[in-house]
């Protein structure tokens, strides 16, 4: 079974930090490059960043430029999402995909729709109190 599953998630105060992993089962995610959404209450789901495949390739929307950064370690079969100096309109729920047909980040990730990504996690909670 091909899964992605998402951890790292919590409860975090203004400009405090958190590191989420996506680990994948079942496949390889070192093939294809992986992306990472987030959906607050209410709102749509929205692109968040993407790194390649070979992770030497990586775009942020601007809402988190500067503050996320993302990577893999291959080996591991794991991504991660490194946030720092949170706000509390980043709280939502935090998703990672792969992109398998192309496996290609979008251009940018304010522009990426869920159908872009064929395999999906079933997401980690951030909060972020003011």
């Known amino acids: 079974q091909l899964q992605l599953v998402e951890s790292g998630g919590g409860l975090v105060q203004y400009g405090g930090s958190l590191r989420l992993s996506c680990a994948a089962s079942g496949f390889t995610s070192a093939y294809y490059a992986i992306g990472w959404f987030r959906q607050a209450p209410g709102k749509e789901r929205e692109g968040v960043s993407c790194i390649s495949s070979s992770g030497g390739s990586t775009n942020y929307a601007d809402s988190v430029k500067g503050r996320f950064t993302i990577s893999r370690d291959n080996a591991k079969n794991t991504v991660y999402l490194q946030m720092n100096s949170l706000k509390p309109e980043d709280t939502a729920v935090y998703y990672c995909?792969?992109?398998?047909?192309?496996?290609?980040?979008?251009?940018?990730?304010?522009?990426?729709?869920?159908?872009?990504?064929?395999?999906w996690g079933q997401g980690t909670q951030v909060t972020v109190s003011s």
């Open positions: 995909a792969a992109r398998v047909r192309p496996s290609l980040c979008p251009p940018r990730p304010e522009g990426a729709t869920s159908q872009m990504y064929n395999i």
